[in-house]
């Protein structure tokens, strides 16, 4: 496979699951329905997109970010030498209140990590967002067998790797990229 082909998250061949219900938009898309089953039978120029077919032999185009591999986890890989530390944004039994009151002395792309208070044994990742109105967009990190994703399409061996990907990657579905880690109150000086 040769190097532009690299950063593609699925593989020709491979079973991929419908996250989402997809209505075709355009001719060459293939509609499909969430938890439906898809064969990936090629890669485009644009790795967000890729040629699929369904069980009944319909083929056509399919977004990436509305599939996720049936059996592999598509695990990012570092591409740093730099460490991002999950202490640097660690803020233990915070509540979503706290959060946004912490975080309004920031600009956009602050951040930090905090327990989820709804989905226990997950995290919530709060990022910062001062346009018009500031407000702070919060997302889920769900942690599954010794992984974690926000999009059940990427997943992370370690939080420092999602901290990397999110950092040093614009686009990938968050409301900004992460820029400052906001440090818990009792370690800042």
């Known amino acids: 496979m ?16 419908g996250l989402f219900n997809f209505k075709k938009i ?6 499909f329905k969430m938890g439906e089953k898809l064969t990936i039978i090629s ?22 970010n509305y599939i ?4 592999i986890k598509n695990f990012y890989k570092s591409k740093s030498a730099k460490k991002y ?3 640097d944004c660690y803020h233990p ?10 975080l309004k002395k920031f600009s956009t792309g602050a951040y930090l990590i905090r327990d989820s208070h709804h ?7 709060c990022i910062a967002v001062s346009d018009y109105n500031f407000r702070v967009e919060n997302y889920r990190i769900i942690r599954e067998n010794g992984s974690l994703t926000i999009d059940e399409v990427i997943y992370f061996r370690s939080e420092s790797d999602l901290i990397e990907y999110y950092s040093t990657m614009e686009n990938h579905g968050l409301v900004a990229t992460l820029n400052q880690a906001v440090k818990p109150i009792e370690s800042q000086p």
């Open 2 to 17: 040769s190097e532009y082909f690299s950063e593609y998250h699925f593989q020709v061949g491979e079973t991929v699951i």
């Open 26 to 31: 355009e001719d060459e898309d293939l509609t």
């Open 43 to 64: 890669l485009t120029h644009d790795k967000n997109w890729y040629k699929a077919r369904n069980l009944k032999g319909n083929t056509g185009m399919v977004p990436a």
């Open 68 to 71: 996720k591999s049936e059996t």
């Open 85 to 87: 530390a999950f202490e």
């Open 93 to 102: 039994q915070t509540s979503r209140d706290k959060a946004i009151q912490i």
């Open 119 to 125: 989905f226990p044994n997950d995290y919530t990742l």
